[in-house]
């Protein structure tokens, strides 16, 4: 049984490498999610605190996601920081995971996850694959690839580098920056 408290990377790894089907995962504890609006209900999944943010389980039949959330996600001002007066900007999730995108894309596919898009707050990644019935070879190798990748990315230190004011004002001439309108500002 895990207990719910903040784990670190590798401890992320070596929960992961049991795999993730339903017989590995049944331990996790339970976690509230933020809710995405003042009245909405706070689901709970299956998942664990890191030291950076948490990691969430969704299973629906033999259909499983794994998603990874930052506990801190400032936005930043880029018109602000460039001094051009742009009303764009950006949240610290949205560049931790363009970053590791890049970094765990190999190692994420070839185990057999698939990448999922979208805009969720906090979120750094969310994978999704179809387990096969009493594969548990399947479920091990997708949990290593995952728990690899976190470690490798380094979420902490690369959460700090894409904070850094140097790092976000060279961001001005990088073509694929994800972008969002700052709030109550004219474009």
């Not at 890191?50 to 969430?56: D, F, K, L, S």
């Not at 018109?79 to 190999?106: E, K, P, Q, Y």
């Not at 990448?115 to 949990?143: C, H, M, N, P």
């Amino acid at each position: 049984m895990y207990l719910d408290r903040a784990y670190s990377d590798d401890d992320v790894r070596k929960i992961l490498a049991t795999g993730i089907a339903p017989n590995a995962t049944s331990e996790w504890p339970w976690l509230t999610t933020p809710a995405a609006g003042a009245d909405a209900l706070s689901p709970r999944r299956r998942g664990f605190r890191t030291v950076w943010g948490r990691i969430t389980l969704e299973t629906f039949e033999s259909d499983i996601s794994l998603a990874g959330y930052l506990a801190e996600d400032p936005f930043f001002d880029l018109g602000l920081l460039w001094g051009n007066g742009a009303a764009v900007g950006t949240n610290l999730s949205d560049l931790v995971c363009m970053h590791f995108v890049r970094i765990a894309d190999l190692t994420i596919s070839a185990a057999g996850w698939h990448w999922e898009e979208g805009d969720e707050a906090g979120r750094i990644f969310r994978v999704y694959a179809t387990l096969r019935k009493s594969d548990d070879g399947q479920s091990r190798r997708l949990g290593r690839a995952i728990g690899s990748a976190l470690l490798r990315a380094g979420i902490p230190e690369l959460a700090e580098a894409c904070s850094h004011t140097d790092y976000l004002a060279a961001l001005r001439d990088f073509a694929e920056l994800p972008t969002r309108p700052c709030p109550n500002q004219a474009g």
